[in-house]
């Protein structure tokens, strides 16, 4: 299990989010001991969360032309690069058949140099609490929820709410 550091009240190009994270992740093969190491690259994650009134398919593809831009000006392509990926999470009161269908939908995964620098990926979650309803783009790997059930709208605080990330990372 990893944890994200996470921050209230991030303002990133313009665009302000109540919640933000970020986790960064290291990767090293060792031989015989632990100083003999080899194919090391690192992996980082971004969330931003943020509630608003409601949503349309023209506020995702406006979060997606973000998480390029943060792409372009974050992320230093090298060898030891693997992946970066920006989730960008909103809360709303109810989701469309519109939203649902593009989220649901969505998969955007950038190469670097034709992958000899890793890749980066954008990722799309929106949360309806108030219907228990949510979607996801098809590989966002992040959840919000609390361990085991879904929230009910008493419980669910963008404060208080636990991320979790599902990748299991073994390094041997």
Known sequence: MH???LEQET??????????????IEHQKHFLHSSINYANHGSEEYLF?????????????????????L?????EGDETHYSTDFTFVLIVPEI????????????????LKFGYYGHYEIHLVVVAPEAQDSVKSKNADIGVFA????LSLQDYSIDSCAVSNSENISSS
Do not use: C
């Open 49 to 69: 969360a943020r509630r608003q009134r409601s949503v349309t398919r023209d506020d995702l593809t406006s979060l997606v032309d973000l998480g390029h831009e």
């Open 147 to 150: 361990p085991g059930e879904i």
């Open 96 to 111: 469309t058949d519109a939203v649902r269908t593009f989220a649901s939908g969505f998969r955007d995964r950038t190469l």
């Open 11 to 24: 303002n990133v190009r313009g665009e302000s989010f109540t919640l933000s994270g970020q986790l960064r």
């Open 71 to 75: 792409a372009d000006e974050w992320i």
């Open 3 to 5: 944890s994200y550091d």
